[in-house]
């Protein structure tokens, strides 16, 4: 199994929810966030003062999923997430040894 922890722009959620569902894939969890990478943030101009941006909103997603399905899923965030511009987001792939659903017990790729 391999979580997916995917960091994209906030109004894009839908589209990668949408791509996400259309592979098979039925659940994920979303997490807002706040963070930077090469854009650096921002200044914007409040009551006639300026201020520095540094942290610009994010949302994470994260799954866990069956390594068959891996590729599949990158690439459905990958396109659905993609504007073209800086701050598109990252995709981190990561092992998982072990998943429980804790309402039944089981283990492995049954319990996600």
């Known amino acids: 199994m391999k979580k997916i922890e995917a960091i994209i722009k906030p109004f894009k959620l839908d589209d990668v ?4 569902h259309e592979i ?3 659940g994920i969890t979303v997490l807002e966030a ?3 990478g090469r854009q650096k943030g921002h200044t ?3 009551r006639g003062a300026e201020y520095v941006v540094d942290f610009l909103p994010k949302v994470k997603i994260e799954i866990v999923l069956d390594d068959a ?3 599949r899923a990158v690439e459905a965030i ?3 997430a993609h504007t073209g511009r800086i701050g598109d987001g990252k995709i981190f792939i990561t092992n998982v040894e072990e998943a429980i659903r804790v309402r039944t017990g089981e283990r492995g ?3 996600v």
Not at 17 to 20: M, V
């Open 17 to 20: 929810k949408d791509a996400l």
């Open 24 to 26: 098979g894939l039925q």
């Open 34 to 36: 706040k963070g930077f």
């Open 44 to 46: 914007e101009l409040y």
């Open 69 to 71: 399905l891996v590729e």
């Open 78 to 80: 990958q396109q659905a």
């Open 109 to 111: 790729p049954e319990a």
